[in-house]
């Protein structure tokens, strides 16, 4: 069965300060990792994984895929109030030709104090 | 990114009604859509991909006869919970893609009284 873990679950922390969070996956005919932020509503899109090693760089957020590991982090620096959300980490997987479908964590719900 | 719409973002409904869910593509036709389901504090749960023109393609233990898929149009998708009951209640998402990246509905949650 496929598998992705997400952790930690929850995450309070004050502002300025600098979060790791984990993603690891256990799945078949694994393809690239998706993270994203989900506020209120819909997940937002933040980065998509495809090759081991190289750094994505967006803002504050930056995150890194280990294929050998089976794993991924996203790191926030000098976090805001506006980065409490639910930060969502999903392996995309081909499922039969060119279908394919995402397997998503539990999600890891952060919250920064002012 | 591209932008997928979805209608309505929430609906109360009597038990034993069926409620209708809609999901758009504004800017692309998407041969593919994707529908999820979310219970508080859980993670999204993929019940089933759209295929335009085709049957969709449920995941084990979603009902095909509760849960209708209709994806006529390349920019349309439908979702019908039939005889919805109150266990049937929570946060349906749906999503489209443009390459690899999967774009997400603002969701529609849905309550069964």
């Known amino acids: 069965e496929d598998k992705v873990v997400q952790s930690p679950l929850s995450l309070v922390v004050h502002e300025g300060d600098t979060v790791t969070l984990n993603c690891s996956y256990e799945?078949?005919?694994?393809?690239?990792l998706l993270w994203y932020k989900q506020e209120k509503k819909a997940p937002t899109f933040l980065f998509m994984l495809?090759?081991?090693?190289i750094e994505k760089k967006s803002g504050r957020l930056s995150s890194i895929l280990d294929k050998k590991e089976l794993s991924s982090i996203l790191n926030i620096t000098a976090t805001q109030t506006g980065d409490s959300a639910i930060y969502l980490c999903?392996?995309?997987?081909?499922?039969?030709?060119?279908?394919?479908?995402?397997?998503f964590g539990k999600g890891t719900l952060l919250t920064v104090n002012p | 990114g591209a932008v997928v719409s979805q209608h309505p973002s929430w609906v109360i409904c009597k038990s034993g009604t069926s409620v209708k869910i809609e999901c758009r593509s504004l800017?692309?036709?998407?041969?593919?859509m994707f529908w999820y389901r979310q219970f508080p504090k859980q993670s999204l749960m993929l019940m089933a991909t759209?295929?335009?023109?085709?049957?969709?393609?449920?995941e084990q233990g979603v009902e095909k006869d509760k849960f209708l898929i209709n994806h006529a149009s390349l920019t349309l998708s439908t979702l019908t919970v039939t005889s919805a009951h109150p266990e049937d209640s929570s946060f349906y998402i749906c999503?489209?893609?443009?390459?690899?990246?999967?774009?997400f509905g603002a969701g529609t949650r849905l309550s069964v009284l």
């Open positions: 999903a392996a995309l997987l081909t499922s039969g030709g060119s279908n394919y479908k995402l397997t």
């Open positions: 799945v078949t005919n694994f393809r690239s």
């Open positions: 495809t090759s081991s090693g």
């Open positions: 800017d692309f036709q998407a041969t593919t």
């Open positions: 759209s295929n335009e023109g085709s049957k969709a393609t449920y």
């Open positions: 999503s489209s893609h443009q390459g690899n990246i999967q774009y």
